[in-house]
């Protein structure tokens, strides 16, 4: 569908560096576990997604800007069960569950998937705030992966069709119990 684009979720035994996410290799199958939908669900999701953009934005660049919301979105909710595990782990103790170590990748304050959510105008500016605030806490591991799309172009994305995409990513739980897989794949 979008053809093959490289994009790596790490997992806790994996802390490898990712180099580019021009080229992914995104495996669904891998990605939904029990509690999740189905890979044909996700596929309709993605299609979707891609349905928004339509118009405005040239079909050769959906993938630029669907997958990197995917990506952000699922680094999102893995960070929201990581904090919820640590909670756990550390008898409620807020301080405790939010040490570096207790996540995969560091989420800088106001660069999360819900506070971007929030935002209603310079919507692509928040985006693009919030993916280089990761990239730049992540340098390691996130490496080339939010690659500067065009998200403050408002020619193309409006803040009211961005609005309508982050909701609709919105619907998916991507976390560690819909998606316990290391790579996501999608054609």
């Not at 390691?140 to 193309?156: C, P």
């Not at 560690?176 to 996501?184: K, M, P, R, T, V």
């Amino acid at each position: 569908m979008y053809g093959r684009i490289l994009v790596a979720i790490m997992s806790k035994k994996n802390y490898g560096t990712v180099r580019q996410a021009s080229v992914a290799q995104l495996d669904l199958d891998a990605m939904l576990g029990r509690n999740s939908v189905s890979l044909s669900q996700l596929e309709s999701h993605l299609w979707e997604a891609a349905n928004i953009l339509r118009g405005p934005v040239d079909a050769a660049d959906f993938k630029s800007y669907v997958l990197r919301l995917l990506f952000f979105k699922r680094i999102s909710d893995v960070h929201d069960d990581e904090h919820t595990t640590a909670l756990v782990e550390f008898d409620g103790d807020e301080e405790a569950s939010l040490f570096p170590e207790n996540y995969r990748f560091q989420i800088p304050e106001d660069c999360h998937w819900r506070d971007v959510r929030k935002v209603t105008k310079n919507v692509g500016k928040a985006l693009q705030v919030a993916m280089r605030g990761i990239k730049q806490a992540n340098p390691h591991t996130l490496y080339g992966i939010f690659s500067d799309a065009q998200w403050t172009n408002k020619d193309r994305l409006s803040d009211t069709l961005l609005r309508d995409l982050i909701e609709h990513f919105s619907k998916l739980q991507l976390g560690n119990a819909a998606a316990e897989a290391d790579l996501i794949e999608c054609y």
